[in-house]
Each structure stands twice: as C-alpha cells, then as structure tokens.
C-alpha cells in the first residue's frame, strides 16, 4: 500500500515547515525510519523519518519550499516503478509565499521628491494618515500643509517640504503607513499625469528597497515643526454631564423627566431617585408637553396681506349661493391648492383649527382613523384677539391666520426637517396670494 | 429552643452523617484524641473509632489526595484542613484533581468530598493562621464554597455538604467556634444557594457572609435608631450563589454594602457588587460598595490586626453614606 | 480479566498478552500518524515501547481492581480493557470518548474498568491511588489499586507523603514506576539522587527492580504482589526499567541532544517488548508466526476502522462546554 509522505507537525505551533533538503532521491529504496528529508521549523531544524518501507516516489516539494502542515510532499510506493508514473500537480501554491502574493508590478512613478511618513514620536512605527490637505496635480509651497497624520500621542499637520506639484500620492486617508515610507511625489513641473495610489502591501517596510519612489531623492518632509494639536478634549464635555444614580436616569426616562432642568436650577449633584420628586413640581417649560419634534431648529415665516379681497369674496359668494359659506372649506382649499403646486402631492391633507373645534380636509373615510398627521395645520384665529404668535414647530406645519384691522397676518411655523426653506416661502407666497385675490383660485 | 456552639453545632453534623452513612470518614492532623484544636471534633472518635476518625502525620497535600482517591471509589471522606491558611499546600489536589474529575471524565467519575476549614482575622495568629481565603476556591469551577454564619448554618450546612455529590469547602469562622445559637434538636438540612434574608428593610441591603452577617446585623441595628431600616442577607454558600434574593432585595432598597471578612480586592464582595451592578444597575441610587479585609498580610499587633478587618461602625457609616446620597470616592 | 479469565489455559493468557501489547502499539502508531498530519488537536505522549509494564500489571488485576494513570497513559487505558473506538473519539475530541471530548490525549480513561483516570500533573495521581486503597480497605472491597507513574514523578513530594500513609496504614497499593530513563527531555540519573527502590524501603516498603521489557516477569511479579495486597500485606513498590520509543511527546523529534539514536536503535533492536515475546512464544511452540501475524493484521484492521469511525463521529454539542461542572445531587 503506498504510504503518503506528510510535512509533520514538528512544533507546539506550527503551520508550515521549510525543507532544507531531500536526503532521499526519487526512485530510491527507503526503510521505515530513514530520514527522508531535513525541514526547518521556527524552532530547530530536524530530519524526517520514513514512516514505511518502500521507493521514494512522486515528490511533489522541492528543497526551499514552504509546506503546510498534513500537505503530502511524496509517496513511499512499494516498487520504483511507480515513480514513473506521472507525478501529481506540484504543491504550488505553498512555494514562497511571500512571492505567490506579490501584486502586479506597479506603473512607473513620476519624478520628484519624495513625502515621507515623518516619525514624530518618542516610539512610533507608523502613522495614520489622516487626510489629504492637496490632490494630486495641486501647485505646493514648501510650507503648506500636505496631509494630516495622527499618531498614539495626537494629531498633527505635515507640510509638502518642498514646492512644486503633488505628482503622486501615494496613500490613502485612513491608511496606516510605516514611518519613513513615501507617501507623495512632488515634481518640479506640473505633471501630465497625477497618481494617485492607496499604500498598498508593497508599503510594508520589507518591501521598501523594491519601492519605485526610492529612486527619488528623499527627504525628511518636516521637522515637526507643526505644533501637536490637542485631539478633542473630554473635559469640556463634562460641562454638560449630569450626575444621577443609574435608577433616577431610568425613572426620569420613564416619566419624561428631564434631569437638566434640575442642573439648571442648580439643584446639588449627584441626583438620586428623591429629587425626582422636586423635577415633578417644577412648573413646565414653555410649550411644556409639546412633542419633542421642537427641539429641531424651527421656521418662523410671516406675510401680511390686506383682508378686503377675502372680504370681497365672501360677499360675492354668499349672494351667489343664496346663503352661508363656509369658510373653513374655503381656506383648506386655498391651502390645499398651494400645497399642491409646491411638491406634487395630489391629495394633501388640512387641519383646520378655529376657536371652536377643528375639521379635517378632505374628510377621512369612516374606517380611516384620523390619527395620521395632516400634512398642514391651518389655524384660523382671525375671531381672537391675537394679532401674532410664535408658538415653535409641531407634529406639522401651521399656518396661523390672525386679523387686525383690515389686516390679515399669516404665519408659517414649523421645523427645518418638515418644509424646506423654498417650499416654506412658496407655501405661504401662494396662500397669500390666494387670500389677496381669491380668484385666483378658482381659475 | 436549646442554644449550642458552633463547634457543637459542627460535631453533631458529622457525627450524625457518620451514623447515618457508612461510607462517611474523616481524615486530617489531630483530629481523633485531640479533637482539633479548636475541639471541635472531641468525641467522635469515641464513637467510631480511629478507622473513620483518622489522625494522618503532617502532610496536607498526601491526605487531601487521599480524600480525593476515596470519594472516587464510594467513599465521603470529610478532610479536616487545621487552618484555611494551608489551602496553599493541597491547591493541586483540590483545583486540579477534586474540582476537574467530574468534568474531565465526562460526568463518569465524581468526588464527593467536604473540606473543612475556617477563616477568620483578630486571633493575634499573624498572617499564616489568619487569612479567609474562600475566594481563591470559589474561583475554581467543580468547586462549591459554604459559609456559615452561625452554629445553625453550621450544622445545616454541614450535613448538606457530606450528602453533596461533589467536592464541597466549608469555611468555618475560628472566631466563632464558641459562639451560641439557636439549633432545633430535630434533623434539618439548609439547601446549598439559598440566602437567608436575616432582616428586613427598604433603604440599603447589607451583604454580609461567615462572620460578617453579625457585623452586618449589628450595622442594621444602629442604622435603625437613625431611622434608616437596612435589610441583611447571608447567602451562606458563595458557590452555588443565591443572586436571586440579592436582587430582589437591592431592586427594593436601591443600594448595597458587600461585607466579607477576605481580602477586598479580586475578592468576594468585588464579584456579588459586580454582579449586582450588571443586573440590577438600573435599580441602582448608589454605587454598590464593597468591604473586605484590608489588602495587607494579617499582622501580629492587635493594634494593627483590627484595623483590617470590616467593623460595625464602619459598615453603619457607610450606609449612612449611601443613603443620605454622599458622593462616595469622588474624584 | 474477570474471574472467568483464570480458568482459562496459560496458552490465552499469552496470547492476550501478546494481543494487548500489540493493540497498545497499534493504537500509538495511529495516533502519532494523526498528530502528524494535524488531524488531531493538542499533542500526545506515546507509551510505544514500554507496552510490557501496562500489560503485565494490568493482566494481573481483575475488572474492579483500581488503577490511576499518566499523561502517557494510553497503554495503561488499552491495558485496563479500553475500547479502540471510544479511545480514538477521545484523542480526537468526538463525543463518543471516554470522556466525552473533554479530556483528550492526556486524560483517557475507561472508567467502567477501574481506570482512575489519566492525570496531566506529574505525580498528581499518587494521592488518589492511596486514597483508592484505603477506601478498598474501609469498605472491605477487595481491590487493589497500582500507581502508574514515571521516574520522573518520583521527584514529587506528594509521593513521600502517601507512601509513608500508606505503610502506616497497610494499605492495598502498589506503587508501579516505569523507569523509562528520561523524565521528559533529562535523562533520569540526573533528576534522582541514590536509588528509587531505597526511597521505598525508607518507609519499611518492600521494593523490587523487574525488566519492564519481559512481560512475563512483570506480570508474574505483579500477580504475587497483588495477591499479598489483597491479603493486606500492602503497600508496594516496583520499579519497572523500560524505554520510551518516541521523544517526550510527538513533537519532541529533534532529541538528540539529551538522547543518542544509536541507544533508541539498540533498544528497538534488542529490547522490543512486542518481537521478543512474539519470538518466545513461537519457541516455545505456543503459537506460529503466521498465527501472530494475522493476529497483528486483525489488530491493525481494527485500529483502522476505529480511526475511520472517530474522524467521522460528531464533536460534542456546544450545549455540553458548561455540562459535567457539578455532578447532580438526587431531588
């Protein structure tokens, strides 16, 4: 029975053994326990024993190669002859490794002086490059700022070193690379054609002699000189935190409290679970309950127009119907109209608001909750004795109409993330105009 | 109800596990005429003779090897260990041969084995006759660790372990030997991870084990005059854990002291206080504070040897502490 | 190996011993194959060589008789009546092991046949293999228990403190040391002042040096030692000169510094336990060669299938790395 030939676990951890050299050639006679083969491990190097009588036959592994562990490197056949058989694919892909890997030879690199990565701490191997400050074909000063590196201790700014173009970068943000590794070209000239590469395996400094960039002319980029700049500190942040038993913070979220207020009125730190009882009696803030929607940064958009021309119409459409109008159904449908001809919503839902009570437009089928937000509030105090407001966004954007005088005044509260800067003034454009000359709308 | 000693307390466990099962034996140095030197065994031998109650020459590592060897082959042997301090002698065959067969055989051999020693500071006996070290055994996984707080649990807990199929290490307080308890006259045993809730309250539970339960009840006492009603609980084994009625107690009363007579660092009260705080950290008004030993070598002078172990005025300031809100080691 | 075994003729007692030294070989070669083509976790200590001294003791104990092993304990547990398959599903982790794959090379033990289990620690087993003993006496078993262990573990103090137990007491056990001349990488002279069989006789125990090569003579010493146990003329001392075949472990190839290939070539040669049995018994006109072969042939076919079997059988369960830390307790 032929008996396979095995690279040995030699070691405590080993995954691959380097043979030295055959000892056997193929073809030769073999006994169980003559050395076959001399394989070098990261510890020792020691010889192979055969684990079976026979001919060595159908190496597969040449001396120099590295082979994994359990690979079979050869055959002990029970005659020579096997050996004449054809040998099995070679191991391959275990040959040198380090060559297997090597990437495609990369383009000829410009001329110019090279950037390198700058040691700038006590013990630092690399640095990461943290962003590029020029692109490649950009004109540079010496003293510009080139890229930015951080390092365990802080972060700081490279200048180019020298003027001239960036030719070549030759690593990316977010790269870590060896200290002393090139990581820019800067040519004299402007070059034809700017590179631009991430610092790839060929970085690693065992690579370095075989870098195209060192047949520049190297120098040191900077001397340090860029003071370190502190990285973000902490202790400003602690301004802002708020100290609390983790069973008052859990109570607090449950009961909607909110523990800065406490802060701000300086009640004493660290809060336990007894001062959520002073937060409790502490008189609500502002609008109090609103929806936290008014955290965002709100639109506040106002227009004033005369009142004569909805006056105006009302009369006319009053004698027309021989009776009332209402006038809820009117502005819903002025608002409705503007809202249509800002962003294409066929069927935009209003809340019209008054004194009184408020009516949803158009009307919500009977199986449809109205629970849904309307896409516009429209409130019509003109009946109050209000003559401005500024309440802060909510659920949804509101249109607040207030009269003084012959004078409508229409405002448009709501938050940045509901109505864009544009939608906002053409909403309240356009129902301004409609309220101007109701008209308008009908044709 | 009749009040005993612990140490009587200790002797009527053994003797009555010894009538009940043959197959129960103890060994260790001056355990038979001697009876300890706590006396804590006087009269055993009496009974049943030196072949169960077995003097064995100075060597702790051979007779715990020994113990372990039987309990593999139908034996319970009871290991009577002098001082808690030689625990370092038989590390190997208590970790690595008693804690590690049942698992390494695959659940087919088991050891069924009591390791009796104590714990226990301010006997003026310097740092080699005084050290609690149940927390290096409550380390080892196959290990469990009891630790009675009175002649009670001592009795109870005691008859539980002889009957526990596993390696067990009781830890007695050498301190209390002499002090007296309640214990019926009938037979009862205490269940292994059952805490005794000692006494009630709703403002801070105080964890208290082996010796440091009084300590705890003491504090608890104090604290009530001021008005501040702390609940004590003895877990009474460390291994298995009651974690349950530590919980439940400190979701009610927001706050704990872990008090425990071992040294306070990698100890018993950092792992209770740890577990606390991942599962009951939101429950949590106070950080949950720790009091063990002092990390020193136990010294000899009384008027060093006390300062290291945890004491009723220090419990009951601390919870004053806590209680009134006081930021505790602010930076 | 039970009672029915001695009424057999000398003629199956050799031939099992023959058969069994060669099923130790077997099972070696294969897992030392499986090491080296990485099919096998961790790392293992091969017994080939010194098959004689499993062999001969263990064919001279009965089912229930105890013995305690090493971390070159596969021969003892082939010795003791293990099973290839479970034997082969331990080395490889496999749930149908001995031990559930949770003690692997260094720990195989069949436990249903005495086997005490095979300890990691130098020298660990010795207090159990006493504490076996006197459990046999207590309980009035009637087993005896060997401890196996090397010249190397000789340097161990525990031995020292349960021999000198031991004697005291009178207890069954026979200490088994195979001398194998090299306690791990060092050669044994040089690790063992004066002599192994005078540390026994220090303790008043009669001491005897066999050739741990010739099977017979191991068996018929241990035969007359385990009887004279049995009778509670214990304890025992043997000290068995043997040959360790491989390194300290499979890794241990490049040995040459501490152990020259001509003194392993002369002992292969010369020495083998398994060829020169298998010589005399064809001598002696008890068996033919070709018998004997096709009894290796048998061995080997059985070996193999029993690999095949192990590297196809499923690896524990995840729910079972937290099973078998504490043996259960009866409701």
Redesign the interface.
């Known amino acids: 029975m032929p008996h396979d030939v ?1 690279m ?5 951890a080993q995954d691959s053994g380097l043979i030295v050299s055959w000892l056997k050639s193929p073809g030769d006679a073999v006994k169980a326990g003559d050395a076959l083969m001399e394989v070098e491990t990261d510890k ?5 024993e055969a ?1 079976a009588d026979g001919f060595l036959t159908r190496v597969t592994a040449a001396a120099g190669d590295t082979i994994p ?2 690979n079979v490197v050869a055959v002990i056949a029970e005659t020579a002859e096997a050996a004449d058989e054809d040998p099995p694919a070679p191991v391959a892909e275990s040959k040198a490794p380090a060559e297997a890997e090597s990437e495609p030879a990369p383009a000829e690199l410009p001329d110019g002086k090279s950037v390198i990565m700058p040691a700038l701490g006590m013990a630092q191997d690399t640095g990461l490059l943290v962003s590029w400050a020029k692109a490649p074909g950009d004109q540079v000063a010496a003293d510009d700022v080139l890229f930015e590196v951080e390092t365990d201790k802080s972060t700081m700014e490279v200048p180019a070193g020298h003027d001239g173009y960036v030719a070549a970068l030759l690593a990316e943000a977010g790269d870590t690379v060896p200290v002393g590794e090139s990581v820019a070209i800067i040519s004299a000239d402007k070059p034809a054609d700017p590179q631009r590469r991430s610092a790839g395996p060929s970085a690693k400094p065992t690579a370095a002699p075989s870098d195209p960039a060192a047949k520049t002319e190297e120098a040191i980029a900077t001397k340090a000189t860029a003071p370190a700049r502190p990285s973000p500190t902490k202790a400003a942040a602690v301004e802002g935190v708020i ?1 609390a ?6 109570l607090a979220l449950e009961e909607g409290l909110d523990l800065a207020r406490l802060a701000e009125a300086g009640h004493p730190q ?1 809060f ?3 001062d959520l009882e002073t937060l409790r009696t502490m008189p609500a803030r502002g609008t109090g309950s609103a929806a936290p929607v008014e955290a965002a940064p709100a639109r506040h958009l106002s227009a004033r127009v005369s009142s004569d021309g909805l006056a105006g119409f009302l009369a006319w459409a009053r004698a027309e119907t021989q009776g009332s109008v209402d006038q809820s159904t009117l502005l819903a449908g002025f608002a409705r109209a503007s809202l249509r001809s800002l962003d294409g919503n066929p069927d935009p839902v209003i809340e019209v608001e008054t004194l009184h009570g408020s009516t949803r437009f158009p009307e919500a089928a009977e199986d449809d909750a109205t629970n849904g937000k309307p896409d516009l509030i429209l409130r019509d105090l003109r009946a109050s004795p209000l003559n401005g407001l500024r309440m802060g966004a909510e659920a949804a954007p509101v249109l607040t109409l207030v009269q003084e005088d012959e004078t409508l005044t229409l405002t448009l509260e709501c938050g940045a993330g509901q109505l864009d800067a544009r939608a906002a003034i053409s909403l309240v454009s356009g129902f301004a105009g409609r309220l101007e000359d109701p008209l308008r709308h009908l044709l | 109800m009749r009040e005993i000693t612990l140490s009587k307390a200790v002797n009527e466990a053994i003797a009555e596990e010894m009538r009940r099962d043959e197959t129960v034996f103890l060994l260790g140095e001056d355990v038979a005429e001697a009876g300890t030197p706590f006396k804590v065994l006087s009269g055993l031998v009496e009974e049943f003779g030196t072949e169960r109650i077995i003097d064995t020459p100075i060597s702790e590592p051979g007779f715990t090897g020994i113990a372990v060897g039987a309990a593999l082959t139908g034996s319970r042997p009871i290991v009577d260990l002098m001082f808690g301090d030689f625990l370092f002698l038989i590390m190997d065959q208590l970790c690595n041969q008693a804690a590690k067969a049942y698992y390494m055989s695959g659940g087919k051999l088991n050891v069924p084995m009591v390791l009796r020693t104590n714990l226990g500071a301010t006997r003026r006996s310097a740092a080699q006759h005084s050290q609690s070290l149940h927390a290096l055994v409550a380390h080892i996984p196959g290990l469990k660790v009891a630790l009675p707080s009175s002649a009670y649990e001592a009795k109870g807990l005691m008859k539980t372990a002889i009957r526990d199929n596993n390696p067990v290490v009781i830890f007695e307080d050498k301190l209390m030997y002499q002090d007296k308890a309640p214990v019926p006259e009938e037979e009862y045993l205490i269940p292994f991870g059952v805490a005794n809730v000692k006494r009630e309250g709703k403002d801070i539970t105080l964890i208290g084990t082996s010796s440091m339960v009084q300590v705890a009840e003491a504090a608890a006492e104090a604290l009530a005059k001021e008005g501040i009603e702390a609940e004590v609980i003895d877990p009474r084994t460390i291994v298995p854990l009651d974690e349950e009625t530590l919980l439940k107690s400190v979701k009610k009363t927001s706050r704990a002291i872990v008090i425990d007579e071992g040294h306070q660092s990698y100890g018993v009260t950092g792992e209770i206080a740890s577990r606390l705080n991942e599962k009951a950290f939101y429950h949590l008004d106070a950080p949950v504070v720790r009091m063990g030993a002092m990390d020193v070598p136990v010294p000899f002078s009384p008027a060093l040897e006390d300062l290291t172990v945890p004491t009723v005025d220090a419990v009951t300031a601390m919870a004053r502490r806590l209680v009134a809100g006081e930021m505790i080691h602010a930076a | 190996m039970s009672a029915a075994r001695k009424k057999k003729t000398n003629t199956d007692d050799y031939l099992r011993m023959y058969r069994q030294m060669v099923r130790i070989r077997a099972f070696e070669d294969r897992a030392n194959q499986l090491y080296l083509s990485a099919k096998m976790p961790g790392l293992t200590h091969m017994y080939s060589g010194q098959e004689a001294v499993a062999v001969g003791i263990c064919e001279a104990l009965t089912e229930t008789d105890k013995i305690t092993s090493t971390h070159r304990g596969h021969g003892h547990c082939v010795a003791k009546g293990a099973n290839f398959k479970e034997m082969f599903c331990e080395l490889l982790g496999k749930e149908e092991g001995y031990c559930r794959g949770k003690g692997g090379s260094m720990h195989i033990a069949d436990q249903s046949n005495g086997n005490l289990g095979a300890n990691a620690i130098v020298g660990g087993s010795m207090g159990i293999a006493t504490g076996a003993a006197l459990s046999a006496k207590r309980l009035g078993t009637g087993d005896v228990t060997v401890c196996f262990f090397g010249d190397g573990a000789t340097a161990q103090g525990l031995w020292y403190e349960v021999m000198n137990m031991a004697a005291l007491w009178g207890l069954p056990v026979i200490y088994a040391c195979e001398n194998n001349g090299y306690s791990e990488y060092t050669k044994t002279e040089e690790i063992a002042a004066g002599s192994l069989t005078a540390r026994a006789e220090a303790f008043g125990i009669e001491a005897h040096v066999v050739d741990g090569q010739d099977v017979l003579a191991v068996n018929d010493l241990t035969q007359k030692l385990v009887a004279r146990a049995r009778k509670g003329e214990g304890p025992f001392f043997i000290q068995l000169d043997t040959y360790r075949y491989h390194g300290h472990h499979v890794g241990d190839i490049n040995r040459e510094y501490y152990r020259a290939k001509d003194e392993e070539a002369l002992w292969k040669a010369e020495r083998d336990p398994i060829v020169n049995f298998g010589k005399w018994l064809t001598d002696q006109g008890i068996t033919t060669s070709d018998d004997l072969d096709k009894l290796k042939s048998e061995v080997e076919a059985d070996a193999e299938a029993a690999v095949a079997y192990a590297e196809a059988a499923r690896y524990p369960d995840t729910r079972e790395v937290d099973m078998h830390v504490y043996a259960p307790n009866a409701a």
Do not use: D, F
Request: aromatic share 0%; no cysteine; charged share 20%.
């Open positions: 095995i040995p676990a030699l070691g405590m020792a190097t020691m010889e192979v684990q562990v359990g100290l038993s983790p069973k008052t913070r859990r660290p336990h679970v007894r």
